[in-house]
């Protein structure tokens, strides 16, 4: 008896035999009911259903066959109008680019393939789909593109054809240690002025219509002379205090994120004012990453079949990051 979730009734499979006396042995849905309009025809005619039938428009699968006769393969659908999971009868499985990528999909590939209750999973991390195989390693299912997978065992082992390589943003710390030196003066200016004053943020944070003076004065200086300012360091008090605005201002957090066309340096209307040093040298460390991203971060492999969170991703979406293969890499 169903509980009402369409899922939990999904036909698990072991191999291809399985498949395939499944699909021999279950009834399509039937091209017309029982209707006095003779005119009405169902749109699931034909579709062999995966789950409970009433659910047939979203689970459901076909053969698909060489001269109408033989059935090479069995192609699935997940809430799709294009097959997301086709197995053929070398039972290999072709998990589709069709399929969402979400946690829709990788319920279904479990209840298809491990609906028996085995350890082995699809799971969804970090914004990723990843399988876990029962082997100990946990396999990443690349977003946009077709992945295979071999059954092996009688279907009591599953393995992936091509793994799939990751890679993280890993921070080089001698350059990083290099380029906080080139600021010393100014980290010097900033615990001096804070230890006076830790809220030196909120007075230019003010919630009050502002003129177009006081505006730009709330600003600091402007994204372009604060680039200036990074790559030329300075210990002229009047620039640093510029710069102590930058880090310390949701105004600026705000201005920055817009003209870098970056979301790292925070979500302005959620952050606080930058209060005490701490928060204001974490800040300005945030900016640095982001404006030296191409000297402080390296893009390493990380070993197949372990999961990878790449924290460090982030700072590289942004105008000053010349690797313009980043983010396609890391949409994966």
């Known amino acids: 008896m ?32 029982q209707s006095k309009d003779t005119n009405y025809t169902n749109h699931n005619a034909g579709k062999i259903p995966l789950t409970e039938r009433r659910y047939v428009s979203r689970y459901w699968c076909r053969k698909v066959a060489t001269n109408e006769k ?13 097959p997301v999971l086709i197995w053929d009868e070398n039972n290999r499985i072709t998990i589709t680019s069709d399929m969402w990528y979400d946690w829709r999909s990788a319920d279904f590939l479990s209840a298809i393939l491990y609906g028996r209750g085995d350890t082995p999973t699809f799971y969804t991390k970090n914004g990723k789909i990843y399988w ?59 615990q001096a002025v804070l230890a006076v004053d830790p809220e030196f943020g909120k007075s230019y944070d003010k919630p009050r219509l502002l003129n177009k003076d006081e505006f730009e004065d709330r600003l600091g200086i402007s994204p372009k002379e604060f680039a200036s300012v990074l790559r030329n360091p300075t210990d002229d008090p009047s620039i640093m205090k510029q710069m102590l605005i930058k880090c310390t201002t949701k105004l600026s957090m705000k201005t920055l994120n817009y003209d870098w066309k970056t979301n790292a340096l925070g979500h302005w209307h959620l952050k606080d004012t930058r209060v005490g040093f701490k928060q204001a040298k974490e800040q300005f460390e945030e900016i640095l990453k982001v404006f030296y991203f191409n000297e402080v971060f390296e893009y390493v492999p990380i070993e197949i079949g372990k999961e990878v969170h790449d924290l460090n991703a982030k700072y590289g979406y942004s105008k000053w990051n010349s690797e313009t293969s980043c983010t396609s890499r890391n949409m994966s």
């Open 132 to 190: 876990y195989n029962g082997d100990g390693n946990s396999y990443l299912l690349p977003r946009g593109q077709d992945y295979e997978i071999d059954v092996v065992g009688g279907g009591t082992n599953f393995y992936p054809v091509k793994p799939v390589q990751e890679y993280k943003h890993v921070m080089r710390k001698k350059r990083m240690a290099e380029i906080r030196s080139m600021f010393k003066p100014f980290y010097q200016y900033m």
């Open 70 to 82: 033989t059935c090479v393969a069995v192609e699935m659908f997940c809430d799709s109008n294009k």
């Open 2 to 33: 169903s509980d009402g979730n369409s899922m939990n009734e999904l036909q698990p499979f072991g191999c291809f035999d399985d498949v395939l006396h499944y699909v021999n042995n279950t009834a399509p849905i039937m091209c017309r009911r």
